[in-house]
Each structure stands twice: as structure tokens, then as C-alpha cells.
């Protein structure tokens, strides 16, 4: 991969920007799905996002060095640079007041170095955005179709992870459920589906391909997710006239949406909601609450904000970026509610992939927390301006999906994601400047 890597800068001083951009999202996304992480690992023990952060730091020193030093500012979303400070102050309470190893913070703090990706972009005119972002709906139709044959055939094709045995799929058959979707899936979706100015065929055949594998997946809470923000987008100017209503509706709901969405194919979720009320985090036993979904998220999220709400450098700054399995991690936590580790057989203390909110109360805190959704709705608020464009419309409603299911997935937090819709957003920002040569001044 260190070829590719080459490459990749010797292609961006060439000015073949589209073809050292697709390396790069190919370095972001284990090669679309379809290189093991294992080549990436050779000849040095590298994450494939890690490929793409050296890239980005490349090119970032290339447009320095070219003079271009105000300009990098100049180019990157509200808020960005305010989030960014806060991770290397958070950065710095970890390694010089909680004492976690240096390699662990940066392990745990590197893929926010991604934020800065639209200096990258600007250096694309917006034809060759199109064409990168054209590449990539091709590819994610694509990844779609060998998603489709994984529970036909059973095996897993794309890289990601899958369940062992089978799941009930609409109470019809059983078959294997993968969890390895297409990355940039539910934006495609979305773009498929409002994108009028495709043929009614392809449009069609897109949207089929593409909504198979969010069925397939297994997701109740992404379907549903998926389903109100579409009638949101329908009704959105009635809906208009009680937004400060409907918006503190939703907040308040956002905690239970996992049992809403339960209750729609699942009679149990009424015990699940009743259990959530009358469980102590002390009384779980792993194993015990094995299809009560949301009860575990709602202890898991409790028992996090408990431990840090008992003392004020934890609750305003997290935490701390340890790694999950590290000697820092076993010999200061003990949490009770969290999935086995299938390496270590214990109880993951920091990681989790089933709600985003105990991450943040355990990275960021309640300062962190706070500026990372200001700059998540300032990005969405950026699309909400342009919305009667389709691109524009299909990321605003992939962010409000991410948003709405973050009780039930982690993927707000996902920076290979924001890394793409960053994209959407240089593609879709005013510039007075066109072409290849130089960042562009920005009008958002």
C-alpha cells in the first residue's frame, strides 16, 4: 500500500487530482471494502485510514509550503477549528493529567485529523468533484450488489463484520445478517432518490439496488430513521409552521426512539422499556438482557454518565482517548454494562458500537459533546440553505438519519463518513475562484 500511497502524491503534483482523490477515499474505506485490512498492515502495521491520514497531511503541507496558509483556514466549515482545539486540549489533560500513554491518545485522536479533508477538495474544480463523486455512487452500486449476495450465498464478501448463525429476517425465513453495508450507502440512497435528473430507469434500478441492503441489513431503527426523515422531506413546509415544537419533540424522544422503533416488529419492546425503568447498571448480568436492545443502551449510556458526573474534569472533558484493553483501561475502569471482548473476555469499557452517546460522554464530556454537535448542525444547517438542490437535500438527510439513530449506532462519530460529506459540502460551496490551481475563497 505504500505504492499506492506514492502514487497517490506523485498523481496530486501531476494534477490528476480525481485519480490521487479516489486513492484517497479508497485508503478511507479499506479499499472500498474490498482489500482485507491485513494488505494495509504491510510492510508497515497500518490502519488503512491511517494511509489516508498521511496522505492528507502530504497535501495539506504541499498548499502550506505553496503559500496558501490563510486560505487552509479559510476553506473548512464553522466550527472546525474550535472542535480541533478542543481535542489537543482534551488530548493534553489525557496524557498530562490521567497519565494515558502518548501512543494511545493519538491512537484515539488521529482520525479527527480528517476534519481538515476539504483542503483537499478545494483544490478540485467542481467538475472533477462531480467525477469523484459520480466514482463513488458507482462503486457503492456496486458494493451494494456483492452485499446482496452475502446472505445468499452465506460468506462473507465485503469487509466488515457479520453474526454468527442466523436472524429472522420479517419473520419469514432466516438468514445470516452482515453489518458490513456499503460506507456511503444511506447517502446514495438518498441522492438516488431525489436525483430527478437521472433517466426514470437507472433511477429506479439504482434505488432498488440500493435499498436492498439497508432490508437486508437488519437495522429497524435505520429503517425507520430512514422513513421519517423522506415524509419529513414531503410534508417539510407544513412542518415548517411547528419546527420549535417538533423539535423539542424529537429531542425528548431521542432516548426512547430505540423502543419506538422496537415496537413496530418487536411485542417484547414493552418489557424492554419497563426493564430500562427498573434495572440498576449493579444488577446486570451479561447475557441476561439478550434482546433487550434498548435497556442495554440506556444502562450503558447511565452508568458512563454516572462515573463521569463524579468529577468535573471527567464529566466537562471526558474521559480520557485510552484504548479499550490497555493496562490504563483494566486498571481504572470497571464498567458492568458493555459487550464481551471476543479478545480480551472481558466487558469493553470504552468502545461500543451500539450508542454514540457513551462515546461521547467518554471522549469529549459534556464541552466536547456540545461543540461537536454545534459543528454537525452548523453542517446540516449549511444544506438546509441549499435544499432545493438534490445533493444538497440528499446529505442534509443522511446527517438527520445519522442524528436520529445515534442511540442505536455510533456512525455520527464516524470521521471516514464526515470525510465524504465534507465533500458535498466543498462541492456545494461558492467560490470566486474555479479551476485546479490554488483553495478557493469560500461564500457559506
Same mark, same amino acid.
Given at each position: 500500500?505504500?505504492?499506492?500511497?506514492?502514487?497517490?502524491?506523485?498523481?496530486?503534483?501531476?494534477?490528476?487530482?480525481?485519480?490521487?482523490?479516489?486513492?484517497?477515499?479508497?485508503?478511507?474505506?479499506?479499499?472500498?471494502?474490498?482489500?482485507?485490512?491485513?494488505?494495509?498492515?504491510?510492510?508497515?502495521?497500518?490502519?488503512?485510514?491511517?494511509?489516508?491520514?498521511?496522505?492528507?497531511?502530504?497535501?495539506?503541507?504541499?498548499?502550506?509550503?505553496?503559500?496558501?496558509?490563510?486560505?487552509?483556514?479559510?476553506?473548512?466549515?464553522?466550527?472546525?477549528?474550535?472542535?480541533?482545539?478542543?481535542?489537543?486540549?482534551?488530548?493534553?489533560?489525557?496524557?498530562?493529567? *490521567? *497519565?494515558?500513554?502518548?501512543? #494511545?491518545?493519538?491512537?484515539?485522536?488521529?482520525?479527527?485529523?480528517? %476534519?481538515?479533508?476539504?483542503? %483537499?477538495?478545494?483544490?478540485?474544480?467542481?467538475?472533477?468533484?462531480?467525477?469523484?463523486?459520480?466514482?463513488?455512487?458507482?462503486?457503492?452500486?456496486?458494493?451494494?450488489?456483492?452485499?446482496?449476495?452475502? /446472505?445468499?450465498?452465506?460468506?462473507?464478501?465485503?469487509?466488515?463484520?457479520?453474526?454468527?448463525?442466523?436472524?429472522?429476517?420479517?419473520?419469514?425465513?432466516?438468514?445470516?445478517?452482515?453489518?458490513?453495508?456499503?460506507?456511503?450507502?444511506?447517502?446514495?440512497?438518498?441522492?438516488?432518490?431525489?436525483?430527478?435528473?437521472?433517466?426514470?430507469? +437507472?433511477?429506479?434500478?439504482?434505488? !432498488?439496488?440500493?435499498?436492498?441492503?439497508?432490508?437486508?441489513?437488519?437495522?429497524?431503527?435505520?429503517?425507520?430513521?430512514?422513513?421519517?426523515?423522506?415524509?419529513?422531506?414531503?410534508?417539510?413546509?407544513?412542518?415548517?409552521?411547528?419546527?420549535?415544537?417538533?423539535?423539542?419533540?424529537?429531542?425528548?424522544?431521542? /432516548?426512547?426512539?430505540?423502543?419506538?422503533?422496537?415496537?413496530?416488529? $418487536?411485542?417484547?419492546?414493552?418489557?424492554? !422499556?419497563?426493564?430500562?425503568?427498573?434495572? #440498576?447498571?449493579?444488577?446486570?448480568?451479561?447475557?441476561?438482557?439478550?434482546?433487550?436492545?434498548?435497556?442495554?443502551?440506556?444502562?450503558?449510556?447511565? #452508568?458512563?454518565?454516572?462515573?463521569?458526573?463524579?468529577?468535573?474534569?471527567?464529566?466537562?472533558?471526558?474521559?480520557?482517548?485510552?484504548?479499550?484493553?490497555?493496562?490504563?483501561?483494566?486498571?481504572?475502569?470497571?464498567?458492568? !454494562?458493555?459487550?464481551? +471482548? $471476543?479478545?480480551?473476555?472481558?466487558?469493553?469499557?470504552?468502545?461500543?458500537?451500539?450508542?454514540?452517546?457513551?462515546?461521547?460522554?467518554?471522549?469529549?464530556?459534556?464541552?466536547?459533546?456540545?461543540?461537536?454537535?454545534?459543528?454537525?448542525?452548523?453542517?446540516?444547517?449549511?444544506?438546509?440553505?441549499?435544499?432545493? +438542490?438534490?445533493?444538497?437535500?440528499?446529505?442534509?438527510?443522511?446527517?438527520?438519519?445519522?442524528?436520529?439513530?445515534?442511540?442505536?449506532?455510533?456512525?455520527? %462519530?464516524?470521521? #471516514?463518513?464526515?470525510?465524504?460529506?465534507?465533500?458535498?459540502?466543498?462541492?456545494?460551496?461558492?467560490?470566486?475562484?474555479?479551476?485546479?490551481?490554488?483553495?478557493?475563497?469560500?461564500?457559506?
Amino acid at each position: 500500500m505504500l505504492l499506492f500511497l506514492l502514487l497517490a502524491f506523485v498523481w496530486y503534483k501531476q494534477g490528476k487530482r480525481v485519480l490521487s482523490t479516489l486513492t484517497f477515499f479508497g485508503f478511507l474505506t479499506s479499499g472500498y471494502q474490498l482489500i482485507p485490512a491485513e494488505i494495509f498492515a504491510y510492510p508497515i502495521s497500518l490502519k488503512p485510514t491511517d494511509y489516508a491520514i498521511v496522505y492528507l497531511v502530504g497535501v495539506i503541507a504541499m498548499e502550506y509550503f505553496a503559500g496558501k496558509r490563510k486560505e487552509l483556514i479559510d476553506v473548512l466549515p464553522k466550527f472546525t477549528i474550535i472542535f480541533l482545539l478542543f481535542i489537543a486540549v482534551a488530548a493534553g489533560i489525557s496524557i498530562f493529567i *490521567h *497519565h494515558i500513554p502518548i501512543s #494511545e491518545v493519538v491512537r484515539n485522536t488521529r482520525d479527527y485529523f480528517l %476534519l481538515l479533508t476539504p483542503v %483537499l477538495y478545494y483544490t478540485l474544480s467542481k467538475e472533477e468533484l462531480q467525477r469523484v463523486l459520480k466514482f463513488l455512487l458507482s462503486i457503492t452500486i456496486f458494493t451494494s450488489i456483492l452485499y446482496i449476495l452475502q /446472505p445468499i450465498l452465506n460468506i462473507p464478501i465485503l469487509q466488515g463484520h457479520y453474526t454468527e448463525g442466523k436472524s429472522e429476517f420479517m419473520g419469514l425465513i432466516e438468514i445470516a445478517r452482515f453489518y458490513n453495508t456499503p460506507i456511503y450507502l444511506y447517502f446514495f440512497f438518498f441522492y438516488a432518490f431525489y436525483n430527478t435528473d437521472m433517466s426514470s430507469k +437507472n433511477r429506479l434500478i439504482s434505488i !432498488i439496488i440500493m435499498a436492498l441492503p439497508i432490508i437486508l441489513c437488519m437495522h429497524r431503527s435505520l429503517l425507520m430513521a430512514i422513513i421519517m426523515v423522506i415524509l419529513f422531506n414531503q410534508f417539510r413546509e407544513k412542518i415548517k409552521k411547528i419546527y420549535p415544537i417538533l423539535i423539542v419533540l424529537i429531542v425528548a424522544l431521542i /432516548p426512547f426512539f430505540g423502543a419506538i422503533q422496537g415496537n413496530v416488529l $418487536d411485542t417484547k419492546i414493552a418489557q424492554d !422499556i419497563v426493564g430500562s425503568l427498573d434495572i #440498576e447498571p449493579e444488577d446486570f448480568v451479561p447475557g441476561e438482557l439478550e434482546g433487550a436492545t434498548f435497556t442495554f443502551r440506556v444502562l450503558h449510556f447511565l #452508568e458512563r454518565i454516572y462515573y463521569a458526573s463524579q468529577e468535573w474534569l471527567h464529566l466537562f472533558f471526558g474521559l480520557g482517548f485510552m484504548s479499550e484493553g490497555s493496562d490504563y483501561t483494566i486498571n481504572n475502569f470497571d464498567f458492568i !454494562i458493555g459487550l464481551e +471482548n $471476543d479478545e480480551t473476555g472481558f466487558v469493553n469499557q470504552v468502545d461500543t458500537s451500539d450508542i454514540a452517546w457513551s462515546v461521547f460522554v467518554i471522549r469529549f464530556g459534556i464541552i466536547g459533546t456540545v461543540l461537536y454537535l454545534i459543528y454537525y448542525f452548523a453542517l446540516m444547517k449549511f444544506f438546509n440553505k441549499r435544499y432545493s +438542490n438534490y445533493i444538497s437535500k440528499s446529505a442534509f438527510s443522511v446527517l438527520g438519519v445519522i442524528f436520529i439513530t445515534s442511540f442505536t449506532s455510533t456512525q455520527i %462519530l464516524s470521521m #471516514e463518513f464526515i470525510s465524504f460529506i465534507l465533500l458535498i459540502y466543498v462541492l456545494l460551496t461558492d467560490r470566486e475562484i474555479e479551476g485546479n490551481n490554488g483553495v478557493n475563497c469560500v461564500n457559506s
